[in-house]
């Protein structure tokens, strides 16, 4: 089994839905990151969790929201799609200072 | 100036070759340094992690850091059609989230 789990895998929604992408973890990692890839745009920063009472805007949060549930999980919402946000989404989790991020194997997001 | 400069190629090499991947960077505080290597429709995955100037092997994978001149590489030697991914180079400094590059499509065709 995955150590990063992302669901769903592909999504295709219509503008205004709600929709949340969830992420859990086996890896007992604290820290918590979402991403989404865009081609030509590489890794942009969404939000991030460094523990469960702890939740920071990233560089593109607008539009976006988290929640951490537990140490093992964190979820992203859009809470009205739009095309603009058809992406790539990726989860990432991190052990503390100095250690490299895992990933998980992303959500493609489609939103018409 | 971004943080951090990666030509996004595509590279396309034949098999065999040996790959030079590169980045460039601007903050002199950065201290780990990561390649990651993607496939088409999966997550980004560790390669290699470095914290230090100079060479680190795994297998058919060197990872090198020259902090003076801001410039990290990845190579591959005897590279294979497998290799075909994008590869990224990330860093950091402390608990600062990590800045990672835009990536470099590699082809190695048969």
């Known amino acids: 089994d995955a150590d990063v789990t992302q669901t769903p895998r592909n999504r295709i929604t219509k503008t205004g839905k709600r929709i949340m992408l969830e992420c859990s973890q086996t890896?007992?990692?604290?820290?918590m990151y979402w991403y989404r890839q865009d081609p030509g745009l590489g890794l942009r920063l969404i939000y991030y969790s460094f523990d469960v009472k702890d939740i920071n805007k990233g560089e593109i949060s607008d539009g976006y929201s988290v929640s951490r549930q537990a140490q093992a999980k964190f979820s992203l919402s859009l809470e009205s799609a739009i095309p603009n946000q058809t992406a790539l989404y990726f989860c990432a989790t991190r052990a503390s200072t100095g250690q490299p991020q895992h990933f998980g194997d992303g959500t493609r997001l489609s939103i018409l | 100036q971004k943080e951090v400069e990666q030509d996004p190629g595509p590279l396309s090499v034949p098999e065999g070759a040996i790959v030079s991947l590169n980045c460039t960077y601007s903050?002199?505080?950065?201290?780990?340094f990561m390649w990651y290597r993607q496939y088409s429709r999966k997550g980004p995955e560790l390669l290699m992690y470095t914290y230090s100037s100079g060479n680190k092997e795994d297998g058919r994978f060197t990872a090198q850091v020259d902090k003076s001149s801001k410039y990290i590489s990845l190579f591959i030697r005897d590279s294979q059609p497998s290799d075909s991914a994008t590869y990224l180079c990330?860093?950091?400094?402390?608990?600062?989230?990590?800045?990672f590059g835009r990536g470099t499509s590699l082809i190695v065709h048969p």
């Open positions: 990330a860093m950091v400094r402390g608990s600062y989230i990590p800045t």
């Open positions: 903050n002199s505080a950065f201290q780990y």
């Open positions: 890896k007992g990692h604290d820290r």
